[in-house]
């Protein structure tokens, strides 16, 4: 029997799965392919594949037997179900410190399940982000790597060859942490996408609506923007976005003939939920979830539109170019904003899970490949070199001045959609946050007097030692007996 050949083989060939393999090609790996239709398998070669040292297998047995050990078997199928049965039907196949990794957007508690599953049986599981669409998988994705820490130095050369690099060849892989923890990051690093195409819409919405500017005016100043601190992968698509022509036959800007309807895949909520759990509170990514749900609201939108009403005289009157400026320093605000939030929501995960994450590596990560990368990220990095242990991002020097030079704009662009009648949920949730986050004392003091009114759920007083609990008798026909402290 000839002696393996594979270095590793990949499940999977759909776009992601076939770039991913090429990718892999191309670094002088030989990569066996295999898909459940088989039929794919041979397409592949003779295709997108041919000239390559790819080789392909007709049966998991097949896909198996070609590789050398450990065995590395990298899984890129849809998240739920397909993952659980290619694990299934793999395990078996597969022998003590062989290694699976699952690189779709799975859910971090199902990697938590199938790490500890696989953990019996001696094999390696890590689930790892993948982000940078087809593109990135191609030539340079952003991999976040986590599960069994045994299965790294088998798997660290191949992803970081094939991953993205940034200035001096840093790649945009490294290590994560045990169980869930890279799919945890993938699933957070989605949630801030959320948050940062939403923002980038309302933008949008209020240049073109507000302003009444045109789309090849706005394709301007979206290239203007990716210029400076707003430069990101998703402002330089977003100026391609505004100034492409139909290409379906029609006339004008595919743009306007798309459905203001938005799709979504899950891990937005999974990030508002994971936020809930880990006391992280997300709500700039929470919002823009519900903002897609909004806009899927198309048939009830267009019935409400000509029976609800806005603001009389709603028209812009000042200094557009003033304007303009304005809702840059909105965008650029609300996304220091919308990247605090998510890093908290890491670090309290962090410690809650016992991932020991390095949030500063994390945005070095991001920094290339994937759909969130910019020039931002490399500023994030910046202030955990300063600060290990930073409580929160907008405390550190650079975001804290960047906040206060912004914060006059940013809270003018919300009055302007206020006036307007045009919705800037993150703009404002943003905003509402960071005037939270600084108040001293926030109303949170009634709130506690009216729980402890109706439910006798006690209080804190100012006046003595945090964690002393109180209750008082409000109405004079209680009792003196408290409900049980508790958090839900």
Known sequence: MPAPTADIALIGLAVMGQN????????????????????????????????TRVIGAHSLQEMVAVLKKPRRVMLLVKAGKPVDEFIDLLAPLLEEGDIIIDGGNSYFEDTVRRYEKLKEKGILFVGSGVSGGEEGARHGPSLMPGGAVAAWPHLKNIFQSIAAKVEGGVPCCDWVGEGGAGHFVKMVHNGIEYGDMQLICEAYQLLAVGLGLSNDKLAQIFTTWNQGELDSYLIEITSHILKFKDDQGGDGYLLDKIVDAAGQKGTGKWTVLSGLDNTAPVTLIAEAVFARLISSLKDERVAASSVLAGPTNATFDGDIASAIEDIKQALYASKIISYAQGYMLLKNASENYKWNLNLGGLALMWRGGCIIRSRFLGDIKQAYDRNPDLTNLMLDAFFTEALRKAQDGWRRTIALGAKLGISTTTFSNALAFYDSYRCARLPANLLQAQRDYFGAHTYERTDKPRGEFFHSNWTGQGGTVASSTYNA
């Open 20 to 51: 991913i393999v090429l990718n892999m090609n191309d670094h002088g790996y030989v990569v066996c392919a295999f898909n459940r239709t088989v039929s794919k398998v041979d397409e592949f070669l003779a295709n997108e594949a041919k000239g």
